[in-house]
T-cell receptor, first 117, second 115 residues
């Protein structure tokens, strides 16, 4: 497709369940970001990939969160043993180039809304 | 460290009246600043960006923003609001750290437009 695609759009998980969220970036985009957006808040950075390399995972809130991008295209964000505080919209964004081009636009997907009950 | 502060969490205007959404930034060097809009059930869309060229930046849908270094501000304006402008707006600064760029978002301003 032409844009960043995320699936599923909505996910309801029981507390303690593991979930996997998928991101299909724009084809050929080098950079891929994951963000977490809690209700009523701005998106907060989770992690960054440049091709298949995870260069920054400083925003991951706990070791229950894990992200991968094994072939440098599709990425998966996995959350183990989900907790209620994990309820949020998870956004994926991609951009064409790596760094240090400051003028590369980031394109966002529609997000996955995760509700933990 | 870079950060942005959006001064209003909610703004309500009448259709046809001007819009002003306020944003102040903090940056240790000349920043790249953006405004994004988020409509319900849609992805974040770039409205406009400032990257040290012209200080008055024009974006899509009639929006514009002015970079004022002396005031560390990057307020978003539109002369005449439309009902379709109702959405969440985010002021964003790009931070270069560890050899790559990442976007730092403000908390957002929800714009309501009433007839």
């Amino acid at each position: 497709g032409a844009g960043v695609s995320q699936s599923p759009r909505y996910k309801v998980a029981k507390r303690g369940q593991d979930v996997a969220l998928r991101c299909d970036p724009i084809s050929g985009h080098v950079s891929l970001f994951w963000y977490q957006q809690a209700l009523g808040q701005g998106p907060e950075f989770l992690t960054y990939f440049q091709n298949e390399a995870q260069l920054d995972k400083s925003g991951l809130p706990s070791d229950r969160f894990f992200a991968e991008r094994p072939e440098g295209s599709v990425s998966t964000l996995k959350i183990q043993r989900t907790q209620q505080e994990d309820s949020a919209v998870y956004l994926c964004a991609s951009s064409l180039l790596g760094t240090p081009d400051l003028n590369t636009e980031a394109f966002f997907g529609q997000g996955t809304r995760l509700t933990v009950v | 460290a870079q950060s942005v502060t959006q001064l209003d969490s909610h703004v309500s205007v009448s259709e046809g009246t001007p819009v002003l959404l306020r944003c102040n930034y903090s940056s240790s060097y000349s920043p790249s600043l953006f405004w994004y809009v988020q409509h319900p059930n849609k992805g974040l869309q770039l409205l406009l960006k400032y990257t040290s060229a012209a200080t008055l930046v024009k974006g899509i849908n009639g929006f514009e923003a002015e970079f004022k270094k002396s005031e560390t501000s990057f307020h978003l304006t539109k002369p005449s609001a439309h009902m379709s402008d109702a959405a969440e707006y985010f002021c964003v600064v790009r931070m270069f750290s560890g050899g790559y760029n990442k976007l730092i978002f403000g908390a957002g301003t929800r714009l309501a437009v009433h007839p």
